[in-house]
């Protein structure tokens, strides 16, 4: 089964960009990159995904690179409520595995 | 309008007892998953239903049985409950069969704790 690899954790300065990445060197080429947000006592929260493209929508930005084996989420302007756990999920038709996830920290 | 509700949201109960967590979609989805998340916040996929189907159970131990009486509810029963199934359960819902090309709405979560 093709696993995520992610930062435990990572720390950011309100208003500035995020960049979470993601490994995924054993991903199938029929698998999408899928990325889930979980804040604090909340169920997970979609934010994106994509196959190959680099995708773009109103929560973030995900940019995979082009042998597809790692990607990364680009949050624009990280606020305090972006502040969650951040999981890379690979989704294929019997696969649905996610990866340990990367707390995100938000400095004001 | 809650789009994927839970019940109960939190439930504490001894360690051999049998008990249920509900489940139910408005948002006419086909398909409807149960997650459990430890505390080591592993978020692990138990089992996901299409139109009433079972579709992926994985390795689950057979304590624990879904049923979907409709395809907007998927409830979760426990039985003989052990303290290592404490834990939050997730259920979630899905306009399409698998990942590729829809996305999971999420429940709030259960907790469940066996003392």
């Known amino acids: 089964d093709a696993k995520t690899t992610q930062p435990n954790s990572m720390e950011s300065n309100e208003e500035e960009p995020v960049h979470l990445p993601c490994n995924h060197s054993t991903i199938s080429g029929t698998d999408y990159i899928h990325w889930y947000r979980q804040l604090p006592s909340q169920g997970p929260e979609y934010v994106i995904h994509g196959l190959t493209s680099n995708v773009n929508n109103r929560m973030a930005s995900l940019a995979i690179a082009e042998d597809r084996k790692s990607s990364t989420l680009i949050l624009h302007r990280a606020t305090l409520r972006d502040a969650a756990v951040y999981y890379c999920?690979?989704?294929?038709?019997?696969?649905?595995?996610f990866g340990k996830g990367t707390r995100l920290h938000i400095l004001p | 309008d809650t789009a994927v509700s839970q019940t109960p949201k939190y439930l504490v109960t001894q360690m051999g007892n049998d008990k249920s967590i509900k489940c139910e979609q408005n948002?006419?989805?086909?398909?409807m998953y149960w997650y459990k998340q430890d505390s080591k916040k592993f978020l692990k996929i138990m089992f996901s239903y299409n139109n009433k189907e079972l579709i992926i159970n994985e390795t689950v131990p057979n304590r624990f049985s879904p049923k979907s009486p409709d395809k907007a509810h998927l409830n979760l029963h426990i039985n003989s409950l052990e303290l290592g199934d404490s834990a939050v359960y997730f259920c979630?819902?899905?306009?399409?069969?698998?990942?590729?090309?829809?996305?999971?709405?999420f429940g709030e979560g259960s907790r469940l704790t066996v003392l």
């Open positions: 979630a819902s899905s306009p399409t069969g698998t990942m590729n090309t829809g996305e999971l709405f």
């Open positions: 999920i690979l989704g294929g038709a019997d696969k649905i595995i």
């Open positions: 948002l006419g989805h086909d398909t």
